[in-house]
């Protein structure tokens, strides 16, 4: 109530769109242990996944028995070039570790500000609630592309280190020069990105219903997982392409002579509107919802 009255009777010197800026809640987040947690681990991984090589040698002598065939050829191609050890880790981080960074950064935007039980105060300053909302996504979104950045220019910058800068292969179409390769990288990191849309939409809006900031991420995290799963599933049969993880691994498309544009263009335009349609839901709870805490 206090947010309506302040607003209609226009006090001097009020502009609802200079509250909580942008620049604020980045600082804010910043200085969070999660956030600094979560990107160190981002420069960390890529080092853990080479040393794993160094220390692993090669174990491609078996010929492929025991099922370590594909195993030891995706070994071999993260070894050849900067370019495929920054593909592979792309590739292994994308089906877990990704998705539990980006729930972090959405779910816990909103609904840890309830558990401190600071986000009353935030509203009675008074900042706007849609406005609240807005920065608060923007904000998450950013720290979630960082964190895609981070791990990618980390691993290229490793992996060229190590092993020098070589064409890409990928092992689906002929290799790729340096300069073709780096665009192709590009591409499947930005595929990623908006895949992963559908993750942060989700948590983000569980973060709006929700006062503990375990439940939205770990809520999201467990929906995103269980879709992968029924997406396993054949007996489904079309009822698949429905779910948000139907197409999480089309940016296999973009790494073939020609690409493969159909996947991507179908998984790009379902991750937009699931996560268009989860942000819709969290901006309806929220502008209606009984802030107690």
């Known amino acids: 109530m206090s947010e309506v009255a302040v607003t209609e009777t226009g006090v001097a010197g009020y502009r609802p769109g200079r509250t909580l800026g942008l620049r604020a809640e980045w600082m804010r987040q910043w200085r969070r242990r999660r956030t600094q947690l979560a990107l160190g681990f981002m420069v960390l991984l890529p080092l853990v996944i080479l040393v794993a090589f160094q220390l692993g040698g090669d174990d491609s002598s078996d010929g492929g028995r025991n099922g370590r065939g594909q195993f030891s050829q995706l070994v071999d191609v993260a070894t050849a070039g900067g370019l495929n050890f920054a593909l592979f880790t792309l590739f292994v981080s994308a089906g877990f570790l990704l998705v539990v960074v980006v729930a972090l950064f959405n779910g816990d935007t909103v609904a840890s500000e309830a558990s401190w039980g600071s986000l009353r105060y935030l509203l009675a300053v008074p900042v706007p609630r849609a406005r609240l909302l807005g920065v608060k996504l923007v904000v998450a979104l950013a720290y979630s592309a960082l964190a895609m950045v981070v791990l990618v220019a980390t691993a290229l910058a490793v992996g060229t280190l190590r092993y020098g800068w070589h064409p890409l292969q990928s ?77 999480g691994q089309a940016y296999l498309g973009l790494l073939t002579t020609p690409i493969q544009w159909d996947g991507v263009v179908k998984g790009a335009i379902a991750a937009l509107a699931y996560a268009a349609v989860f942000w819709s839901l969290a901006w309806f709870r929220f502008l209606r919802k009984d802030v107690t805490s």
Do not use: C, K
Request: glycine share 12%; hydrophobic share 55%; proline share 5%.
């Open 171 to 247: 092992g689906l179409s002929a290799d790729l020069a340096p300069g073709p390769g780096v665009v192709r990288l590009l591409a499947v990191t930005g595929y990623l990105a908006m895949n992963l849309l559908v993750v942060a939409g989700l948590a983000f809006l569980l973060s709006t219903l929700t006062d503990a900031p375990l439940g939205a991420v770990g809520g999201a995290v467990l929906l995103y997982i269980v879709s992968s799963i029924l997406d396993q599933i054949t007996a489904l049969g079309n009822i698949r392409n429905f779910l948000p993880t139907h197409y």
